[in-house]
T-cell receptor, first 116, second 115 residues
Framework: NAGVTQTPKFQVLKTGQSMTLQCAQDMNHNSMYWYRQDPGMGLRLIYYSASEGTTDKGEVPNGYNVSRLNKREFSLRLESAAPSQTSVYFC???????????????FGEGSWLTVV | GENVEQHPSTLSVQEGDSAVIKCTYSDSASNYFPWYKQELGKRPQLIIDIRSNVGEKKDQRIAVTLNKTAKHFSLHITETQPEDSAVYFCAASWHASGGSYIPTFGRGTSLIVHP
């Protein structure tokens, strides 16, 4: 099992350009997430998808869109990149909870994005 | 949503000492509290977790404690080793719409273990 795979690993964008970060998991997980990580700010949730066909905003959704293409894939799109979106992006997945609490989430390796 | 506070932001210890990282959360409905370790340039990985029906959990040199009344939980690492040097994140899972439980993370603690 590859777990959670995200691409690209590194990307440099110019302000105003668009791009899509791809994520796929092979663990048959229902829930998928996109987080961004900035120094001193921890991991902040951008969007999540509790199950195939649903998506919801997290803490910092502005400037991003997502698509849950199928159960395996969850992509993150930057329509018009800004320097403030320079960050490390992590895709993650988890089994959807069935006992009234959370479950372990598994992270991809991260995508380092620089917007100049 | 949920708000998770984590302290300290940086912790420096000598090899063999103990390290304690503390977190508080705001949503009394949260009932799953994982801890993640992130080495430099790597992804965060789960090291231990605790659910609200348990007050303490141990796994070799690491332990977590949970006080639901006070809404705080802690990570304890004993006999620290240089390979324990990393950033540690606590999290609390909150109940989102649609029945999902979403983890909210603290800002992280950079643990440095000096040989």
């Amino acid at each position: 099992n590859a777990g959670v795979t995200q691409t690209p690993k590194f990307q440099v964008l110019k302000t105003g350009q668009s791009m899509t970060l791809q994520c796929a998991q092979d663990m048959n997980h229902n829930s998928m997430y996109w987080y961004r990580q900035d120094p001193g700010m921890g991991l902040r949730l951008i969007y999540y998808s509790a199950s195939e066909g649903t998506t919801d905003k997290g803490e910092v959704p502005n400037g991003y869109n997502v698509s849950r293409l199928n159960k395996r894939e969850f992509s993150l799109r930057l329509e018009s990149a800004a320097p403030s979106q320079t960050s490390v992006y992590f895709c993650a997945s988890s089994v959807r909870d069935s006992v009234g609490s959370g479950n372990t989430i598994y992270f991809g390796e991260g995508s380092w994005l620089t917007v100049v | 949503g949920e708000n998770v506070e984590q302290h300290p932001s940086t912790l420096s210890v000598q090899e063999g000492d103990s390290a304690v990282i503390k977190c508080t959360y705001s949503d009394s409905a949260s009932n799953y509290f994982p801890w993640y370790k992130q080495e430099l340039g790597k992804r965060p990985q789960l090291i231990i977790d605790i659910r609200s029906n348990v007050g303490e959990k141990k796994d070799q040199r690491i332990a977590v404690t949970l006080n639901k009344t006070a809404k705080h939980f802690s990570l304890h690492i004993t006999e620290t080793q240089p390979e324990d040097s990393a950033v540690y994140f606590c999290a609390a899972s909150w109940h989102a719409s649609g029945g999902s439980y979403i983890p909210t993370f603290g800002r992280g603690t950079s643990l440095i273990v000096h040989p």
